[in-house]
């Protein structure tokens, strides 16, 4: 039997019986799990005539909002920048033009049940930019076997059927391909917030499996 990693782009070798009566069929499983990992970015959006006044409230405003965070328990290896821009804002009739500057942190940490509550802190310290709210599975891997296996068992299942129906017994495994490509979350995406605490659920992520399997047919 061959085993193949399937992989976009990827030269895979033939998979052909030896004996020229083969069956290609496919296999396919979805395991449900619970998220373990929640992230999410807060920032501040600042507006000023000049570029250094900007970049002073700013740092200012997003300094609190940071310490807010911290003050609820967040440590500092859980919270990272994100992004940063500065810009010039151009208005009819203005002049000089002003400026903006914009700061976001993203915060991932494995307590689901805070978010709400840090959202809430966040938003209240100043914050007025809320998104990127995510729930996800911090290591999918280790629910690979797993899936794979029920996916092969699938495939296998449609190979008996289809062997059966053609008038012929079911042989060996010539090669199985794994064309796993990834998992869709079902938890809340979210954007802006208001200052109330928001009512989060966190979903569930399916995690999708398939494989390719070639059997000889006797």
Do not use: W
């Not at 009739?93 to 993203?106: A, E, H, Q």
């Not at 310290?125 to 794979?148: C, H, M, T």
């Amino acid at each position: 039997m061959t085993l193949l990693a399937g992989s976009v782009g990827a030269q895979t070798q033939p998979c052909t019986s030896a004996t020229g009566r083969a069956l290609t069929v496919s296999g396919a499983a979805t395991l449900r799990l619970k998220p373990d990992r929640v992230s999410f970015s807060v920032g501040v959006e600042t507006d000023a005539p000049s570029v250094s006044e900007a970049f002073k409230r700013n740092t200012a405003k997003l300094n609190t909002v940071v310490a807010a965070l911290k003050g609820r328990g967040v440590a500092s290896q859980e919270i990272q920048t994100s992004n940063f821009s500065i810009s010039s804002r151009v208005e009819k009739g203005k002049k000089p033009p002003g400026f903006r500057v914009s700061n976001l942190v993203t915060v991932t940490r494995e307590d689901l049940a805070s978010v709400s509550e840090l959202l809430q802190a966040a938003v209240a310290a100043g914050a007025n930019q809320v998104e990127g709210l995510r729930f996800f599975i911090g290591d999918a891997g280790k629910s690979q076997p797993r899936g794979l296996e029920m996916a092969f068992q699938n495939a296998r299942a449609k190979a008996e059927k289809l062997a059966s129906l053609s008038g012929r017994a079911l042989g060996e495994v010539v090669c199985v391909t794994d064309q796993s490509v990834g998992v869709l979350s079902e938890g809340l995406v979210a954007h802006r917030y208001d200052a109330g605490a928001p009512n989060i659920e966190a979903g569930t992520e399916a995690l999708n499996f398939n494989v390719s399997v070639v059997f000889e047919l006797k």
